[in-house]
């Protein structure tokens, strides 16, 4: 589990299958309903990966009631890896688009809750917030 959804009983999980079984390399973000256990939205993260083979998504993070922020790491051969975040709608998991800040972070990030989120690099603090 990644977190719950605010004033719902749904829960956001990542999946990431790394060659658990043959061709089973995957990472995906799913919603469940909590009380039934009943899948109500399912992403591929495979879908905004630069290289497939190589990427990785890292984690999930509720940052409010309408959006979730993905962590991972671009890995493209023969360049040094990224870190990057992307923003998701909670209630439907579609790709909002990945976030380009005016400093480098980390894959570590802390939601507030209210659409706000804590990073850090290189031991500075870092608050960001939906405009």
């Excluded at 990785?56 to 990224?82: C, I, M, W």
């Excluded at 790709?95 to 990073?119: C, F, H, I, K, N």
Aim: proline share 6%; net charge negative; glycine share 8%.
């Amino acid at each position: 589990m990644s977190g719950s959804l605010p004033a719902s009983d749904r829960v956001l999980t990542i999946r990431r299958a790394e060659s658990m079984a043959y061709q089973d390399d995957r990472d995906e973000l799913a919603l469940h309903e909590a009380t039934t256990g009943e899948q109500i939205a399912l992403f591929d993260l495979e879908e905004i990966a630069v290289d497939p083979d190589y990427d990785e998504f890292d984690d999930a993070y509720v940052l409010d009631s309408g959006h979730v922020l993905v962590t991972g790491k671009l890995n493209p051969q023969g360049r040094t890896p990224e870190i990057c975040h992307w923003l998701f709608k909670a209630a439907t998991l579609q790709p909002l688009g990945r976030l380009r800040y005016p400093v480098p972070v980390s894959e570590d990030v802390t939601p507030l809750g209210d659409g706000a989120w804590l990073t850090r690099h290189g031991g500075q603090l870092h608050h960001w917030a939906l405009g």
